[in-house]
T-cell receptor, first 114, second 114 residues
Framework: SAVISQKPSRDICQRGTSLTIQCQVD?????MFWYRQQPGQSLTLIAT?????????ESGFVIDKFPISRPNLTFSTLTVSNMSPEDSSIYLC???????????FGPGTRLTVL | AQSVSQHNHHVILSEAASLELGCNYS??????LFWYVQYPGQHLQLLLK??????LVKGIKGFEAEFIKSKFSFNLRKPSVQWSDTAEYFC????????????FGQGTTLQVKP
C-alpha cells in the first residue's frame, strides 16, 4: 500500500481567504484524487489530479474555486479559493497504482471557515 | 448517474453479535465494489473489494461481503463483532474500467458495546 500524508491536518480560516492543501505519497502512483466530505455527508470526488496537465473536475466543481496542481508522480496540491463557511469540510487526497486497482487515502484536512 | 445507498446510518451492537450492513447501488453496467472503514482518528482503509469472480469476497479482520448482481447489492457481514470494530463504514462503487471515480455511500457508524 501507499502511505499518504497531508498538510495541514486542520485549519481555521477567514471568509474570503484561500488555503492550499498538500498531499505527498511515499511512492510513485499513477493517479491522484481529491475528495470532499462535508459535515454529516459522504465523500464526493472533486477532481482527478493529472500529472503534467490540467486536473479533471467532476460536475459541480470548477478550477477557479479548486485549482489543483500535480507537478510530479508523488505530490499534489488543492487550493480552496475565496472560502465561505459552506467550504467547511474534510478534504481528502487519495492515490491509486494501476496494478492495485484500489485507492489509498490520506488522513484528510479538516477545514473550518468562519 | 450512479449512486450508492447505505440503509443503516447508525448501528449499535453488543460484542459477539452478528453484523450485516446494507449497500445498494444504481448502475446498469459492470461495477467494481468496495468497502472502506474509518476507525476513530484514523484514515480510510480498504476492507475488501470485488472486481469479478466469486461473489463472496473475504476481507481483513474477518469481514466478508456478497455481491448479488440481481439485487444491485454488496452487503458487508461479520459473524461476531468486537469492540475494536467500532468505526464508520463506507460502501463505494466504481464503473468497471474507470476505477478512479469512486462513488461513496453515506456511511454507517457502527458502535460496538463491550
Amino acid at each position: 500500500s501507499a502511505v499518504i500524508s497531508q498538510k495541514p491536518s486542520r485549519d481555521i480560516c477567514q471568509r474570503g481567504t484561500s488555503l492550499t492543501i498538500q498531499c505527498q505519497v511515499d511512492s510513485q502512483v499513477t493517479m491522484m484524487f481529491w475528495y470532499r466530505q462535508q459535515p454529516g455527508q459522504s465523500l464526493t470526488l472533486i477532481a482527478t489530479a493529472n500529472q503534467g496537465s490540467e486536473a479533471t473536475y467532476e460536475s459541480g466543481f470548477v478550477i477557479d474555486k479548486f485549482p489543483i496542481s500535480r507537478p510530479n508522480l508523488t505530490f499534489s496540491t488543492l487550493t480552496v479559493s475565496n472560502m465561505s463557511p459552506e467550504d467547511s469540510s474534510i478534504y481528502l487526497c487519495s492515490a491509486e497504482r494501476a496494478s492495485y486497482n484500489e485507492q489509498f487515502f490520506g488522513p484528510g484536512t479538516r477545514l473550518t471557515v468562519l | 448517474a450512479q449512486s450508492v445507498s447505505q440503509h443503516n446510518h447508525h448501528v449499535i451492537l453488543s460484542e459477539a453479535a452478528s453484523l450485516e450492513l446494507g449497500c445498494n447501488y444504481s448502475y446498469g453496467g459492470t461495477v467494481n465494489l468496495f468497502w472502506y472503514v474509518q476507525y476513530p482518528g484514523q484514515h480510510l482503509q480498504l476492507l475488501l473489494k470485488y472486481f469479478s469472480g466469486d461473489p463472496l469476497v473475504k476481507g481483513i479482520k474477518g469481514f466478508e461481503a456478497e455481491f448479488i448482481k440481481s439485487k444491485f447489492s454488496f452487503n458487508l457481514r461479520k459473524p461476531s463483532v468486537q469492540w475494536s470494530d467500532t468505526a464508520e463504514y463506507f460502501c463505494a462503487v466504481s464503473v468497471s474500467g474507470n476505477t478512479g471515480k469512486l462513488i461513496f455511500g453515506q456511511g454507517t457508524t457502527l458502535q460496538v458495546k463491550p
